[in-house]
Each structure stands twice: as structure tokens, then as C-alpha cells.
Nanobody, 128 residues
Framework: QIQLAESGGGLVQAGESLRLSCAAS????????MAWFRQAPGKEREFVAA????????YYADSVKGRFTISRDISKNSMWMQMTSLRPEDTAAYYC?????????????????????WGQGTQVTVSS
């Protein structure tokens, strides 16, 4: 089992920045990919960004590319997402997720069904 705990959400104005954190505990040796998803009220959970745990390769949804940056520190079992130039449409609950497949195809990275473990989420609200 892997436990995930997100933090760093809050209420900000459009154009401001936030940094989300995700701390993993438990069987962290089985982490191969980590990701951020978000879900706004009445909408489906959507992919935001992901990172290959060992290689550090990162992937982003088009809607956040150039504004959000994902990073991780293997020694701390932690992942972060720096969010800049926030927009009202970024308002959502943000979740971190873990996948334990070392051979995960890139095409499956954005799929919520790929991930085995999820955190409880942290709310990000961007006012206009």
C-alpha cells in the first residue's frame, strides 16, 4: 500500500501562483510514475501533469503547459507542482496519484484508470 497526502491548495487571485505538494509513504519503492489530476464540480477528473519517478521525464496537459511545472525528490518521496499564471478555470480539487508499472506506455499516462493509489485532494480556487 502507498499513502498519499496533498497540501498547498488555497484561494488566490487570477495571475498568482501556488505550489502543491504530495508526500508518499508506505511501499514507496514501488512508485514508477506519479501524476496530478484535478476535478471541478460537475466535471470529470482530468489529467494535469505526470512524472516518471526514476527518469524525471515530465508530461503536461495542453491547458497547463508552460504555466505548471512538476518535480519530485526521490529521497523525500515527494512530488510538487508549481502553478503560475493561475486562471479561474484552474479552480478544482487537485489529486496526486501513483502508478506502479515500470513499463507504462506514454499513451496511458493521462488516464485516471492507470493509477493505483490516490490522495484525498487539495482545493485550489482562483478568483477573477
Amino acid at each position: 500500500q502507498i499513502q498519499l497526502a496533498e497540501s498547498g491548495g488555497g484561494l488566490v487571485q487570477a495571475g498568482e501562483s501556488l505550489r502543491l505538494s504530495c508526500a508518499a509513504s508506505g511501499r514507496t519503492f514501488s512508485i514508477y510514475n506519479m501524476a496530478w489530476f484535478r476535478q471541478a464540480p460537475g466535471k470529470e477528473r482530468e489529467f494535469v501533469a505526470a512524472i516518471r519517478w526514476s527518469a524525471g521525464l515530465d508530461y503536461y496537459a495542453d491547458s497547463v503547459k508552460g504555466r505548471f511545472t512538476i518535480s519530485r525528490d526521490i529521497s523525500k518521496n515527494s512530488m510538487w507542482m508549481q502553478m503560475t499564471s493561475l486562471r479561474p478555470e484552474d479552480t478544482a480539487a487537485y489529486y496526486c496519484a501513483v502508478d506502479g508499472d515500470p513499463g507504462l506506455p506514454t499513451t496511458e499516462i493521462p488516464l485516471a484508470t492507470t493509477y493505483d493509489y490516490w490522495g484525498q485532494g487539495t482545493q485550489v480556487t482562483v478568483s477573477s
